[in-house]
C-alpha cells in the first residue's frame, strides 16, 4: 500500500568510513504518524568513478558485449564500506552478466569468483580479449 510521506532532509554529513557525503533524510508518514530515518548515500562520487572505469573497461568482461554495462562490485560494498568506490573491487558486466554471473540471479548472492570465471570465459572465446564483441 502506498501512503503518503513528508519528507526532510535533516543534515549533511561526511561518512569517513567510505569518504563520502551523506545526507539524512526523515520520512513522516502522514497517514500513520510513523517517522522513518533514512541515511541517502552520495550518487555523485559512485557515477563519476563507475563512469571512468567503464570508459577504461569497456565492455563486459564476461561475454564482451558493449551495450547496457554495468561497474559490479566484486565483493558487495554493504558488507564493507571502503569497497564502494575501490576500483579493484569493480568489473564491467552487462546487465545479463552482472545478473546472472556476479550474483548467481539473486541480487543479495554474490560470487567472488566472477574475475576468475571472466577469464576462463575469456580463453573460451579470445574474441573478448582483443575488442569485445
Ligand atoms: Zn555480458
Same mark, same amino acid.
Given at each position: 500500500? =502506498? ?12 561518512? +569517513? ?8 533524510? /526523515?520520512?513522516? $508518514?502522514?497517514?500513520? #504518524? ?14 563519476? *568513478?563507475?563512469?571512468?572505469? /567503464?570508459?577504461?573497461? +569497456?565492455? &563486459?568482461?564476461? &561475454?564482451? *558485449? @558493449?551495450?547496457?554495462? !554495468?561497474? $559490479?562490485?566484486?565483493? +558487495? ?16 558486466? &552487462? @546487465? !545479463?552478466?552482472?545478473? @546472472?554471473? #556476479? ?9 567472488? !569468483?566472477?574475475? !576468475?570465471? &571472466? ?6 572465446? +579470445?574474441?573478448? =580479449?582483443?575488442? #569485445? *564483441?
Amino acid at each position: 500500500m =502506498v501512503t503518503a510521506v513528508k519528507s526532510k532532509v535533516v543534515a549533511a554529513v561526511m561518512n +569517513p568510513l567510505c569518504d563520502a557525503r551523506q545526507r539524512i533524510r /526523515v520520512d513522516e $508518514h502522514l497517514a500513520t #504518524g510513523d517517522t522513518v530515518v533514512q541515511i541517502l548515500h552520495s550518487d555523485y562520487r559512485w557515477r563519476k *568513478i563507475r563512469n571512468k572505469h /567503464v570508459q577504461d573497461e +569497456p565492455f &563486459c568482461q564476461m &561475454c564482451g *558485449i @558493449r551495450r547496457k554495462l !554495468e561497474a $559490479h562490485h566484486i565483493i +558487495p560494498w554493504h558488507l564493507d564500506a571502503l569497497l564502494r568506490f575501490d576500483r579493484d573491487n569493480l568489473i564491467t558486466l &552487462c @546487465r !545479463e552478466c552482472h545478473f @546472472r554471473f #556476479g550474483h548467481f540471479l539473486n541480487w543479495k548472492d554474490m560470487n567472488p !569468483e566472477i574475475r !576468475e570465471l &571472466c577469464k576462463q570465459a575469456k580463453i573460451l572465446n +579470445p574474441k573478448i =580479449v582483443e575488442v #569485445g *564483441i
